[in-house]
């Protein structure tokens, strides 16, 4: 029986912005410790960018490297996809951005904003575009500078290492009431690059997409709204509304719940037990949040690989970084059969079954 046609990954790439940010910089502009991060999270360190340094840019040297790696040329690419929710602008886009960056041909270019589940519904959608016909190369990129969200001021300073006098009290006081947002995000960019294939094994096999709204403020953004006017306030500015909120505890019990359940689902669809999976990517926000959906779906440590503790939670980079570094180390080896899963705010989450 002839084999259907599938939507492959033919090269990956990553980017990181220069500066490394251990815990213990952190500690030094607010009221948090590296022993706190590293219990509640497993985060030990992140990477930020500079001022002048968005996302598009750190997506579009994603993208150059993940096409180098399928053996492309930036004019082979057919379309783009990019997820990301601190993308450089509101408008435009970071898709033309980056397209202008890396001068591909006047391809469309889709923004989408799933946060954390970014790169799962962008995988979808280039497996749709790909099945329509219409497309043959996807650039997929997930890239985000969560720094831009961070309020600090001389604490920037001491951040990025370029300063050792710490914030006065009234700063630092101000830092620590963002800080359990704040500790847990780091920069990042990751693409992949989805081809069509007429024929093999390799391939996105299922997907699976979920999202509500009915929860719609449990991780959301106040401020900034085209809601009010203006879109926003020097009043919310001063009572830190530009800043992500998050209801930590809400997020965390859904994410230990649902992504197992998407996982056992796309495994049912496709007709395979989860023993059979591989490696399952957890989108990478909490460690013991992806240790709960290790141990909920009955796998060793082993198949259920991280690096949160390098990077801290990158939203949609996370699942491409993740990826590439299991490309890099021999884990996602030929045949190897993999669940990608992703909860985020939305919520959005869901899960992909890929076979390398
Ligand atoms: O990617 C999007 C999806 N996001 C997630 O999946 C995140 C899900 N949630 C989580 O990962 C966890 O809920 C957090 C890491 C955000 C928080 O962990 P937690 O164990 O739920 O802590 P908590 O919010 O209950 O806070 C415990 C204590 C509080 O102090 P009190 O009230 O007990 O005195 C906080 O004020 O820890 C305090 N705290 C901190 N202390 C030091 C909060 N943040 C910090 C901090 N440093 N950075």
């Known amino acids: 029986m002839a084999l259907p046609m599938r939507s492959v990954i033919t090269g990956s790439g990553i980017a990181l912005p220069q500066h490394l940010v251990t815990n213990d910089r952190l500690?030094?502009?607010?009221?948090?410790?590296?022993?706190?991060?590293?219990?509640?999270?497993?985060?030990?360190?992140?990477?930020?960018a500079g001022?002048?340094?968005?996302?598009?840019?750190?997506?579009?040297?994603?993208?150059?490297?993940?096409?180098?790696?399928?053996?492309?040329?930036?004019?082979?690419?057919?379309?783009?996809?990019?997820a990301t929710m601190t993308p450089d602008h509101v408008l435009p886009g970071n898709g033309p951005l980056l397209q202008k960056r890396i001068g591909l041909r006047n391809v469309p270019t889709f923004d989408i904003r799933q946060q954390c589940s970014g790169f799962l519904y962008g995988l979808d959608l280039?497996?749709?575009?790909?099945?329509?016909?219409?497309?043959?190369?996807?650039l997929l990129v997930g890239a985000e500078t969560h720094s831009g969200?961070?309020?600090?001021?001389?604490?920037?300073?001491?951040?990025?290492?370029?300063?050792?006098?710490?914030?006065?009290?009234?700063?630092?006081?101000?830092?620590?009431?963002?800080?359990?947002r704040t500790v847990l995000f780091g920069d990042a960019a990751g693409a992949v690059v989805v081809e069509r294939r007429e024929q093999g094994a390799a391939g996105l096999l299922r997907t699976r997409l979920y999202s509500d709204g009915g929860v719609a403020d449990a991780l959301t953004m106040r401020g900034a709204s085209f809601k009010q006017r203006p879109f926003v306030t020097k009043e919310q500015i001063a009572a830190g509304e530009t800043i992500p909120v998050m209801n930590g505890r809400e997020v965390f019990k859904t994410a230990v719940t649902l992504m197992p359940q998407a996982v056992r689902d796309v495994c049912a669809d496709e007709g395979v037990t989860i023993e059979e999976l591989d490696l399952v990517l957890v989108h990478q926000a909490n460690l013991r949040i992806i240790e709960g959906v290790q141990k909920q779906l009955g796998l060793p440590a082993g198949k259920v690989p991280h690096n949160i503790e390098r990077y801290g939670n990158t939203t949609a980079a996370t699942l491409p970084l993740l990826f590439h570094e299991c490309r890099q180390n021999g884990l996602a080896g030929p045949g190897a059969l993999i669940a990608f899963t992703a909860l985020g705010s939305g919520l959005h989450w869901g899960a992909a079954l890929y076979r390398m």
């Not at 002048?52 to 783009?80: C, F, N, Q, T």
């Not at 280039?126 to 996807?138: P, W, Y």
């Not at 309020?151 to 951040?159: A, E, K, N, S």
């Open 27 to 48: 500690a030094r502009i607010m009221d948090t410790s590296d022993e706190w991060i590293r219990t509640r999270s497993g985060i030990e360190q992140r990477y930020f």
């Open 51 to 82: 001022p002048g340094l968005g996302s598009a840019e750190l997506g579009s040297m994603a993208a150059e490297a993940a096409i180098r790696d399928a053996g492309l040329k930036p004019e082979d690419i057919d379309v783009v996809i990019f």
């Open 126 to 138: 280039g497996d749709s575009l790909i099945k329509s016909g219409k497309f043959e190369r996807v």
């Open 149 to 180: 969200f961070m309020p600090w001021d001389q604490g920037w300073r001491v951040v990025l290492g370029l300063s050792d006098d710490e914030p006065d009290e009234a700063e630092k006081s101000w830092n620590t009431q963002s800080r359990d």
